[in-house]
């Protein structure tokens, strides 16, 4: 049984030893392992060459991986808190993203940037943040969320393996738990499709990361049959997988850990409408943070929508 | 109220950091005769200088003719001119192995036309047509895919190529490589962010990168002393633990010198940051008029005298490797091959829109689909 940081940890000793091509940089990575382990032992393994160690700058980590990727390596940079990568933002919105497109093809930034996202660890503004929505809206890059150890293994390796720049965001409160089952040998998880974490024929909740064990729980927990539908990739998005199911229920709920004004769950929700408006037969819910700097200590335990909140939306849309 | 302290704060001047000045290299007087730097360094052969010339040439005709196309509407986007840049650009790539990689930033046109790209090619990008390797996504001279000439590609927020070169160096010599990466910014750039981390993870990491500073006195409007308030620019290589040199950026056997001792110690695995002083004669793009706003044309004349081209021309004749007839018949025969470059350039297709949706990934996702059926 393992977790989620042991998983990614699994994913990247595996895949440097698979491919010499990959190398793993950023702040803290290499004798230390990270500052939630997640690189520990690579440095060990695969010395400093690989393993690099760099100055604390996420626009130099990001914008040299990307010299890197250009040349043929497959970096994979972490950003140390996804709060920090606004250092990067040049390199990452206007110079990753763009690469393939402003070259006409020529080159290509086969890259990973892994770090970690979300509230719930009570890290205040600067280590909570969750800023999917941004990565989606940037075109260019693929963005991938694990919400437990199996995908994140696969879905890390499939990442790496990847043609295009990926954002790999991991919810920093699955780092420790819960443990599963992950095998030891090679498989990967397919960007680009959702996972249908649970069955239903009442409700559809669409979610990613850490919240979809919430909307488990409160599937567990309510007399409504709960169909839970596990983005996976946020860019490209499985809109099939989605549609099917709201077809199915004709009532959406979207959850995410992350402020609700123009952020993924307006994404997911408008799309329903305008593929799938006549299905429907109850409203769509957004729950989602607040729209607050992610997030203050003191409210942290209720900056991300909470099993009680799921439950409550269930009821809602089961009354209406 | 402004108080002064009236106590001996002194800190002794062996405790505080002194950084030396260096002086501006440069080989050539103004009337084309060479100084003692001469005998310094690297000499460059008769063939390279002629071959040189004819590159400056070829940059300085097609500049002008594309502000004229500008102006009348062939030239697609805003196009910013490089008049001055042309001895540093060929000295650089004098100096550079074939197999090297280049950089560039957006003031470089006669470094491609150096590195063999077709003249035609260069049109077909202006115009936004086919034949332009970025299949009309940028503007003129944000140089995106021109990798079959070893060119890395350049988005207009500038700094980002030297941190990026600065990575790619460093595959190479994880690959076991030999190969250099030459990276140029302007002295505007030397503000940005990309300027710092490029510089610094290359001193970290002993990457193979020659670092050009274009300092053509001015970022748009901006003048260079407004940008930092150190005097020459090449003194920050001293805060990255690399040397830093200064020269005449004008003087092509200057640069050339310069361009050479750089690209060398970096193959050697020592970066090094290189400083060339010149001049930007035109406006920033097409977009600006430094003359009525923030320009003294007695500034333009001054400079004038170090024209690069008229300068290596005065040089050239002086040594006997031209007679003053064969120069006018270089200016005619690139007059030629540039308008004639223009007019094939002309005749190709305009991007057709299916190619608007490659390439934003390595796949076309299902939303631009959607877009080209509504179009």
């Known amino acids: ?320 | 109220m402004f108080y002064v302290l009236e106590i001996n704060l002194e800190i002794p001047r062996q405790y505080t950091v002194e950084v030396r000045e260096p002086r501006v290299f440069r080989v050539l007087n103004d009337d084309g005769s060479p100084g003692e730097a001469y005998e310094v360094g690297y000499k460059p052969t008769e063939s390279d200088l002629l071959k040189a010339h004819r590159w400056m040439v070829l940059g300085r005709v097609l500049d002008n003719l594309a502000m004229i196309y500008h102006r009348m509407g062939k030239v697609r986007s805003t196009y910013g001119p490089h008049e001055g840049h042309e001895a540093a650009d060929a000295g650089t790539a004098l100096s550079l192995m074939p197999d090297d990689w280049i950089a560039p930033y957006y003031r470089n046109l006669t470094l491609l036309i150096a590195r063999g790209v077709p003249l035609e090619t260069i049109w077909a990008k202006f115009f936004a047509k086919v034949g332009d390797p970025d299949k009309g996504r940028n503007l003129t001279v944000e140089w995106g895919g021109f990798k079959q000439w070893r060119l890395l590609s350049v988005g207009a927020p500038i700094g980002h190529q030297y941190i990026y070169a600065a990575g790619f160096a460093y595959a190479l010599k994880y690959r076991k490589r030999s190969e250099v990466v030459a990276a140029y910014i302007g002295d505007g750039g030397t503000s940005t962010n990309g300027f710092h981390a490029g510089l610094n993870f290359a001193g970290v990491y002993k990457v193979p990168v020659a670092f050009f500073i274009y300092n053509n006195q001015y970022a748009i409007s901006t003048p260079v002393n407004r940008q930092t308030a150190v005097r020459r620019l090449a003194v920050k290589a001293a805060a990255y633990g690399v040397e830093g040199v200064a020269a005449d950026g004008t003087d092509l056997l200057a640069v050339v010198k310069t361009a050479k001792w750089a690209v060398e110690k970096a193959r050697r695995g020592e970066p090094v940051l290189v400083e060339y002083l010149m001049y930007r004669f035109g406006p920033h793009t097409t977009a600006d008029d430094p003359l009525t706003r923030y320009r003294d044309p007695r500034e333009v004349e001054e400079w004038r005298r170090r024209d690069p081209i008229g300068l290596l021309e005065r040089f050239l004749v002086w040594s006997g490797i031209y007679k003053s007839g064969e120069v006018k018949s270089v200016w005619e025969e690139a007059e030629q091959a540039v308008k004639e470059a223009a007019k094939v350039a002309e005749t190709q297709p305009d991007v057709p829109i299916e190619e608007a949706v490659k390439d934003v990934y390595s796949f076309v996702p299902r939303s631009l689909t959607e877009w080209l059926e509504e179009l």
């Not at chain 1, 093809?105 to 970690?116: C, F, H, L, Q």
């Not at chain 1, 890059?141 to 994140?152: E, G, I």
């Open chain 1, 1 to 320: 049984m393992v977790n989620m940081a042991k998983a990614i940890n699994m994913a990247l000793h595996e895949e440097m030893e698979r491919d010499e091509r990959v190398v793993v940089l950023g702040e803290d990575v290499g004798k230390k392992g990270g500052v939630f382990l997640v690189t520990e032992g690579l440095y060990e393994k695969f010395g400093p060459e690989r393993v690099i160690d760099t100055p604390l700058n996420e626009g130099g980590i990001l914008g040299f991986a990307l010299g890197m990727a250009m040349a043929g390596l497959k970096p994979v940079a972490e950003i140390q808190f996804v709060d920090f990568i606004w250092m990067g933002a040049d390199e990452l919105l206007n110079h990753i993203s763009k690469l393939r497109y402003r070259s006409g093809g020529e080159y290509k930034a086969p890259m990973v940037v892994r770090t970690p996202v979300g509230s719930g660890v009570k890290s205040g503004l600067y280590h909570s943040q969750s800023p999917e929505a941004v990565f989606v809206h940037a075109t260019g890059l693929v963005v991938v969320v694990p919400s437990t150890p199996y995908n994140a293994k696969g879905l890390l390796k499939a990442a790496i393996r990847c043609e295009d720049p990926v954002v790999f965001l991991e919810p920093k409160i699955l780092y420790r738990a819960p443990r599963e089952e992950v095998p030891e040998e090679d498989y990967v998880v397919e960007i680009g499709k959702a996972r249908v974490a649970r069955e239903g024929d009442d409700v559809t909740i669409v979610t990613y990361g850490a919240m979809v064990h919430r909307a488990l729980e409160a599937a567990e927990r309510t007399k409504a049959s709960v169909e839970v539908v596990d983005l996976q990739t946020l860019n490209p998005m499985d809109l099939d997988t989605v549609l099917k199911s709201v077809s199915k229920t004709g009532r959406l709920i979207v959850v995410h850990d992350s402020p609700k004004t123009g952020g993924l769950g307006a994404e997911v929700a408008a799309s329903v409408a305008e593929k799938a408006i006549d299905r429907l037969v109850a409203p769509v819910v957004r729950l989602a943070g607040p729209d607050l700097p992610q997030s203050p200590v003191a409210h942290d335990a209720v900056y991300a929508p909470t099993v009680e909140r799921v439950l409550k939306a269930i009821e809602k849309v089961m009354a209406y």
